[in-house]
């Protein structure tokens, strides 16, 4: 017994298995960003002093989601069968389901969070509506099982045990809940870099119905069209910073 236990352990101490786990911790951690950033502009409705349980509950929750989907493989294979067929013989699976409705979820919310923030910040244009910190919470949840699915899928693509993604999930995740407060000032020290943000959910809500319908876009193209536009937003943000520093005026005597 204690000889069959050793040899099931033995993927512990091979190289690949260490190398697997800091590599898809890594994916994790840029798949998590988007989580992030939606989370951070939800619990921005809420009152100074419930945004940061929020994030912390929101993140928890998708901890737990990645686990539940991970140990739950098999009903996670089932989502690939097609549930039913529609034109031209395009089968649609439950997880084309949850993408199409995430996705449009997504885009939806990220153009309304567009909006407000475009032309419902003086509140004369759109009359807010006050939010309850369970319905931002129950919005994030919502999400949460969207991004877990992408990133559940990741995490079967790039390891073979089972303890490795769950250790990867939860290192992401530790990493995640201490960098969300920093992420969600930032975004709310600077407008443009929120409005920016919004316009990376749209990307992604785009991304995430055409992986729906089975059009797969590279997620290459979309991780380059987000760091390019996050580093013009950079320069920006200097240039602003620059001009906005005081200039002292040396006037000559008279």
């Given at each position: 017994m204690l000889a069959q236990d050793r040899g099931d352990m033995e993927w512990l101490t091979q190289p690949?298995?260490?190398?697997?786990?800091?590599?898809?911790?890594?994916?994790?951690?840029v798949l998590g960003v988007d989580n992030i950033v939606f989370i951070s502009i939800l619990a921005a409705k809420l009152p100074q002093e419930q945004q940061a349980k929020a994030r912390q509950i929101g993140l928890s929750l998708a901890l737990i989601t990645r686990v539940i989907l991970l140990c739950a493989l098999a009903w996670l294979v089932k989502l690939t069968s097609p549930l039913f067929t529609l034109w031209g013989g395009?089968?649609?699976?439950?997880?084309d389901l949850i993408?199409?409705?995430g996705g449009l979820f997504l885009l939806a919310k990220a153009t309304h969070e567009i909006h407000d923030k475009l032309e419902g910040e003086d509140g004369s244009v759109t009359n807010k509506m006050q939010v309850s910190f369970a319905g931002i919470i129950a919005q994030i949840l919502m999400l949460d099982v969207v991004f877990s699915l992408d990133s559940v899928i990741t995490a079967v693509g790039m390891a073979n045990q089972i303890g490795v993604m769950i250790a990867a999930v939860i290192l992401a995740m530790i990493f995640m809940l201490v960098f969300a407060g920093h992420i969600s000032r930032f975004i709310d020290k600077h407008p443009t870099v929120k409005v920016l943000a919004l316009s990376f959910l749209l990307l992604i809500g785009c991304a995430l119905v055409a992986e729906g319908f089975h059009k797969q876009i590279p997620k290459g193209y979309i991780y380059f069209a987000m760091a390019f536009s996050l580093g013009v937003e950079v320069l920006n943000l200097k240039l602003r910073s620059k001009k906005a520093k005081p200039v002292e005026l040396h006037q000559p005597y008279r």
């Open positions: 690949d298995t260490w190398i697997s786990l800091a590599t898809l911790t890594l994916l994790e951690i395009h089968g649609v699976s439950g997880r993408l199409i409705c």
